[in-house]
């Protein structure tokens, strides 16, 4: 996905939202909005959003001298998914069909993003994520594509939905490798969160080489790459791999909750929609 | 008021929105945003909001070549506004306390500002206006100021919203003139708008000399300023005409509703309240 003007304003935002967490010295966060304002000007439209992540949360790195503003709040959204993780358990064992409720359940974990810090929003968006409808709903293309897979690719997205994840990955019953981003970036799971979060005992854990908020190809890892290459199914969860990912020429799926505008335009929803789409198939 | 940080990436998300009113070509929008991100770092903190507005919107009509992109639009919502004006007036005549009521729908006005383009909102708006709680609620001193001036400043804030001061002002008994802006800024009531709104029959027009999206007293006119230092009442509509005048030391009264998290914050009280509140009392 290309970069939209209305992402353009969103990077000033999520600079002062991150800046914010880093420091309480309102210099030093004004410093930011100032470079990132002048970023503007050197973003190529044509670029992934997540691409101008990179240089976003850099500056912020950078200026604050904080190389990982969201460590303590990915620690408490991974606490308070693992929390639930039994309950959600049991509720995809009792489920007519245990594959789509973890599924469900893995995009439920996708609103964490949001900065949702209470673990009753949490349960709530979960019911809600139950029962709603999809807006696009590839579900018979990916059994298709799951069931002759020999090997699964399930590319992470923010820490906390992790755990989410992992229930999913069980219900896949096939060799999974989870791939995490290489360095923190806002509230993406790394490989740190991914131990945290129990993913070892489901899946193979791989460093997608990624220093963006999201998966971009001509900076990933070579070895994410061939498992990218060679993945009979490929799962990608999230904005920010879907930004990335979306424009390739294999077939993924893409698990997510459509949380701005931009991205549900893109996809021709609505915001708020929940989603599991397939290209290329 | 001065610039919050929350204010500067709103500069930009704002000049987006007016851009896009302006023109279609997206080239353009993106180099006001471009010149707009720029801006950031050249933003005196200590100045109003209303301040950098001058340079937001004097930027997009250096570079769209439209000088009154909201011209239209605010024709509408005259339009639309004159049109519940009668209905509005029977409910003034026949309330408990006709000039409460008055304050009420002036400010219920204020949401016109919101791009709130359809009739039946406004009208769900001003019904709920007129039994909300006001969050700060200096009637008593309102009332008390009032009775003893001679006359009247009501600096007004935007187009279709300056339809409902009509009523107010007929309410004020009292000699009374309206403040408009000296040239088109966002959708703010000029000259042209307080004439197409029928103000002329119930007060005399002024123009403030601002060019700015709000009132400066050191950008305003000598004929603004004898008034406005004269006036046994000033009255101040709507978010602009406070960030600039919050400060300063003569009685003054605010009618607004808080439609940004910034300017509540600044008063205390939370987004969507309505205020009516005196300075300097």
Redesign the interface.
């Known amino acids: 996905m290309k970069t939209y003007?209305?992402c353009?304003?969103c990077f000033?935002?999520q600079?002062?939202r991150a800046a914010?967490i880093a420091t309480n010295d309102?210099r030093a966060?004004?410093q930011v909005?100032?470079?990132?304002?002048?970023?503007?000007?050197d973003t190529p439209?044509e670029n992934t959003p997540a691409e101008s992540g990179i240089s976003v949360y850099g500056k912020i790195r950078e200026i604050t001298g904080v190389a990982d503003p969201y460590r303590k709040i990915k620690k408490r959204h991974i606490a308070e998914a693992k929390a639930l993780y039994p309950q959600l358990q049991k509720m995809v064992t009792a489920a007519n069909d245990p594959l789509l409720t973890a599924i469900r359940i893995a995009i439920a974990g996708n609103v964490i993003d949001l900065g949702i810090n209470k673990t009753f929003d949490l349960v709530a968006d979960i019911k809600k994520i139950l029962s709603q409808d999809f807006a696009l709903f590839d579900y018979a293309a990916f059994k298709k594509v799951l069931n002759k897979a020999e090997n699964v690719l399930y590319i992470g997205d923010n820490a906390g939905e992790s755990v989410f994840d992992k229930l999913l990955i069980k219900q896949l019953k096939k060799p999974v490798k989870y791939a995490v981003r290489s360095q923190p970036i806002i509230n993406d799971v790394t490989m740190e969160d991914a131990l945290d979060s129990g993913l070892d005992e489901v899946a193979e854990l791989i460093d997608s080489g990624s220093i963006a908020p999201g998966t971009i190809l001509r900076y990933s890892s070579p070895e994410f790459l061939e498992t990218y290459r060679r993945a009979g199914l490929v799962i990608s969860k999230g904005q920010g791999n879907y930004e990335g990912l979306s424009d390739e020429n294999r077939t993924i799926f893409f698990l997510l909750k459509a949380k701005c505008p931009v991205i549900a335009g893109d996809l021709g929803i609505k915001e708020g929609d929940i989603v599991l789409k397939g290209i290329n198939l």
């Open positions: 003007l209305d353009l304003p000033v935002e600079a002062l914010r309102d966060i004004k909005l100032d470079e990132v304002g002048c970023m503007i000007k439209m």
